[in-house]
């Protein structure tokens, strides 16, 4: 691996979430890219999705409704992750990740392989509209699999950032 690069430590927003880049592609040859995620209260992707990377998540504060498909496809599983939980979502399955809570959550996340998670952030992060990080998701391998559940709670607003 190569030592700490430029783009190391630089933050980004993607929708309402911020996004710290703590080990970049360029710095492991792709192989993965480790960021710092802060989701306020109602953020997260507000479709599920699925990629060819997998996600390793360590909650360091908060907490996080992480939903996420089957391998058939069917059966949708909402887990909540609080401080010192690790999830992993696993290449190819739908998912999403939100902050159904009333506030902020933030994990370490780590993506691999991770080139194309990263390109795919960076270009977002750019984006004026929805309609705009969509497109780009399908460019950058990410594919749009459905609706992200409504918050088990009613009185939850259902998040409309990304």
Known sequence: MSKTGSLTNTTVRLGAEELRF????????????????????????PMLHRHACTELYLVRGGAFAIYRQDAAGGTLERLEAR???????????????RNESAAPADAHVVFTPGDQMERFVRAAAGARSVDEVLALAARHGVEMTGPAPAPPQPNRPVPTTW
């Open 22 to 45: 703590r080990i970049t592609a360029a710095e492991t040859d792709g192989e993965l890219v480790a960021v710092d995620v802060t989701m306020p209260p109602g953020g997260g992707p």
């Open 83 to 97: 401080a010192g939980d690790v999830v992993l979502l696993a290449a190819g399955v739908s998912h999403t990740v």
